[in-house]
């Protein structure tokens, strides 16, 4: 859901031990395949997608670029090594829209709190959120590092751009508003990458900028989340189309081939005009809650089954959690770039 736009940039709370100026460039996209940090120049519309490029990094995507651990791959057996492949496994997978900026109709103070008991309960290897305060993201990390004894947790976020500030959208507490990345590590292997951005395609009508957030650890894994645009369709399904069609590809280009799960809201529905599944590639496999939440992966991942988990009218979306089995290779005609 949109969150109203009040005209002008919103005070900011401010943030104990960082500048203001350092709290701004933090919150904000770069191009379309940054790894990023910092406020590189904005990706131009409709211009070619680069390779990742390295920026000085914020405080949060500081903290998930110096933990030296792997996506864990929950359920291997005993003495199983993923290191230097995809390994197999299962992998729990949470979705999560919060409606947590307190200032659209549906916030009612208590998504947070639902969904760190969601997650207490589930026990999801990765979570990707959408609508969310950036330390809401913080809070809901140390739900999961609470539930899961062994390894690390480690998360990002991205902010949505503000187009009228030319600044980050704030929530109603004054904190950057966005989408957020949770997930379980193990102690192997590289440490994780970070990659974030703003989509050409945007709503002029919205005053809310759209973006996209990607954590990779070395082939093991890219989990993607995303909020696309709820006002205009067809913005949608091209900010679609540019996640799974250039963003991801160029993603894998960089940092070589992993299978690829992404969980977002995307705001468009299978059977809608326009339909979701037409952004989708033929080799992804998808599921979806019965509405606009997707969770989609590469066909080396199988999703054997996924459902609907209440969230108590604490928003108003249900979660939506699946559970993944990661095959042990890249599929027939993949690239894998030597590393």
Do not use: K
């Not at 199988?302 to 959690?321: E, N, Q």
Request: contains cysteine.
């Amino acid at each position: 859901m949109p969150i109203p736009h009040t005209f002008g940039n919103p005070r900011a709370v401010p943030e104990r031990g960082r500048p203001a100026a350092a709290r701004e460039r933090a919150a904000r996209a770069g191009p379309a395949a940054a790894r990023i940090t910092g406020t590189p120049p904005p990706h131009p519309a409709g211009a070619p997608l680069s390779a990742p490029s390295t920026h000085r990094p914020a405080r949060r995507a500081r903290r998930a670029l110096a933990v030296v651990f792997l996506l864990v791959v929950a359920g291997l057996p005993a003495g199983s090594s993923t290191g230097g492949g995809t390994g197999s496994g299962t992998l729990r997978v949470l979705q999560m829209n919060l409606c947590n900026s307190g200032r659209a109709g549906c916030w009612t103070g208590r998504a947070v709190p639902r969904a760190a008991e969601v997650i207490a309960a589930e026990l999801p290897d990765v979570v990707t959120l959408n609508e969310v305060c950036r330390d809401d993201v913080d809070t809901l990390e140390r739900a999961l590092a609470g539930r899961h004894a062994g390894g690390r947790v480690v998360s990002a976020f991205q902010a949505a751009g503000d187009r009228p500030s030319g600044s980050a959208t704030r929530c109603n507490n004054g904190q950057p508003y966005g989408i957020g990345l949770l997930a379980r590590l193990d102690a192997r292997g590289d440490r994780p990458e970070v990659h974030r951005g703003t989509y050409p395609a945007q709503d002029p009508a919205d005053p809310e900028e759209r973006v996209w957030l990607c954590l990779h650890a070395a082939a093991v894994l890219h989990a993607c989340t995303t909020h696309l645009a709820n006002t205009d369709g067809a913005v949608a399904l091209a900010q679609c189309g540019q996640l799974v069609g250039a963003v991801v590809p160029a993603i894998r280009r960089a940092e070589g081939y992993a299978p690829t799960v992404l969980g977002g809201d995307l705001n468009l529905r299978a059977g809608g005009v326009p339909d979701v599944r037409s952004c989708v590639p033929p080799d992804y496999r998808r599921v979806d809650d019965g509405a606009r939440q997707q969770i989609m992966a590469t066909s080396d991942v199988t999703i054997c089954c996924h459902r609907a988990v209440d969230m108590r009218g604490s928003t108003d979306h249900p979660a939506l959690l699946a559970t993944l089995t990661v095959g042990g290779g890249a599929p027939a005609g993949s690239s894998t770039i030597a590393r």
